[in-house]
């Protein structure tokens, strides 16, 4: 009797239970305790807010970008790549149809 009542209530508000301690436990994880975390984060969002959509490197030298227009170019003349083509950008591929002689 005692079994049946006390399984009764932990079918009805169990639910609730785990549902709060949920919602408590990912307002905690979204803060960090370690410190090491802390500044980890700290970086990701400061890389972030420099960066600018992937376009360049983030705190790019006039050195460094010489170095890259330099790589980039030794890398078009290594593969063949034509003058003013964007080696960064994947490139586009077509497969045309061809023509099938029927089967009589």
Request: charged share 30%; no cysteine.
């Amino acid at each position: 009797m005692l079994a049946t009542q006390l399984f009764s209530e932990l079918r009805t508000h169990l639910p609730m239970v785990l549902k709060r301690n949920l919602a408590v436990s990912y307002v905690a994880a979204q803060k960090a305790s370690d410190p090491i975390q802390q500044i980890f984060l700290d970086k990701l969002r400061e890389y972030k807010a420099k960066s600018d959509g992937g376009k360049q490197l983030v705190d790019m030298t006039p050195e460094i970008q010489r170095e890259l227009k330099a790589e980039l170019a030794r890398l078009n003349a290594q593969y063949g790549g034509k003058d003013g083509e964007d080696m960064t950008k994947f490139p586009s591929i077509t497969f045309p149809d061809q023509k099938i002689d029927p089967v009589k």
